[in-house]
């Protein structure tokens, strides 16, 4: 029975067992980088579906006919090297990051939407104000700059009051600190008399 688990079939060779996963490796992230930052950005349930149909799909190409244990570890190793030396690669050669993951995405600058960019992400304006509400935003018209990174994931920054509307908050902070202090001496003023 242990026999049957780890005996590599003779029909395919190590070296095919090494390079399926490594083939399989590259073109799956050539296809994300082609699809889009979208659909790492958010996993709607038909995100969810599709990821989980395309590891079930690529399972036999990395593996091929083999259900051996053997064969699935050399899968699995040859899986995390290609990853691990896709990561090593990126670190040292930043151009290399760039081609391969691509360059953010402004979507709002300045409290407008980018409409055109949007739509090259495939992005909603529901889908926007989604994220906006989540990094605490209620309108885009409060946000300075939000784009969406080559990750997948979304940098937000919110619009950095002028120096007249500083000033102003400056000033209502201070009266209502006075008028604390003032509501504070007739309450000693009533106590007293």
Partial sequence: ???HMFHLPSTVTLLEKILRPVLVYLCLIGFLRLFGKRELAQLNPFDLVVLLSLSNTVQNAI??????????????????????ITSVALYRIPNLDRV????????????????KAMEREHLTDHDLLEVMHKEGFHSFEA????????N?????????????????REMREGIEALRQEIAALRAQLGQSS
């Fill in 1 to 3: 029975m242990l026999e």
């Fill in 152 to 168: 997948g994931t979304f940098y937000v920054e919110g619009k950095k009051p002028s120096a007249m509307e500083e000033s102003a």
């Fill in 143 to 150: 946000v300075d700059l939000c784009s969406l990174q080559p």
């Fill in 100 to 115: 391969l993951q691509g360059n953010e995405t402004v979507l709002i600058l300045h409290g407008r939407v980018d409409k």
């Fill in 63 to 84: 593996i091929g006919d083999d259900n051996s244990v053997s064969g699935g570890v050399i899968g699995a190793f040859s899986l995390l090297a290609i990853n691990w």
